[in-house]
């Protein structure tokens, strides 16, 4: 049925409830998992007329930050997926268009089915300009099973 399923997640308690539906289908399909975590990047502050410079340290902290808060969400989703005897790799992407990076990874890592919440942590304005995940269903050839 499935052999490589893509469970994007974003450390919201839909996401987290996604991967675990996701854990318990590559269990019966004998599946293997890939979770990704995808972060904004860096932004300088724009303010009328003033543009903050460029600190790398500041920039590289900022990556370096989101990538431990990536690992250790998508560590825990694929310890879960170990206790079950799912094999599952973590990912993470710096993207300012959050479902680019997911069906890129789904693309790359060659995904048959993409598992992911409704909505995240965008809250109100991710509601009101449209969701991530409505964007990978509007984008991606891949199957996508969308978790309420």
């Known amino acids: 049925?499935?052999?490589?399923?893509?469970?994007?997640?974003?450390?919201?308690?839909?996401?987290?409830?996604?991967?675990?539906?996701?854990?318990?289908?590559?269990?019966?399909?004998?599946?293997?998992?890939?979770?990704?975590?995808?972060?904004?990047?860096y932004r300088q502050v724009h303010e009328e007329g003033f543009i903050s410079p460029v600190v790398n340290t500041v920039r590289e902290r900022w990556e370096e930050e989101a990538s431990a808060r990536a690992k250790h969400i998508t560590d825990a989703v694929c310890a879960d997926a170990a206790k079950a005897g799912v094999a599952c790799v973590s990912l993470h992407a710096f993207n300012d268009a959050p479902y680019e990076a997911i069906i890129e990874a789904a693309n790359k890592n060659a995904c048959d089915?993409?598992?992911?919440?409704?909505h995240g942590h965008g809250g109100v304005k991710q509601f009101l300009v449209g969701s991530e995940t409505s964007r990978v269903l509007s984008h991606t050839k891949t199957p996508v099973l969308v978790y309420r």
């Open 1 to 41: 049925m499935y052999s490589h399923i893509l469970v994007p997640i974003d450390g919201s308690a839909l996401a987290l409830n996604a991967a675990h539906q996701a854990i318990a289908m590559a269990k019966l399909c004998k599946a293997r998992m890939s979770v990704i975590l995808v972060s904004r990047s």
């Open 113 to 118: 089915l993409i598992v992911m919440g409704s």
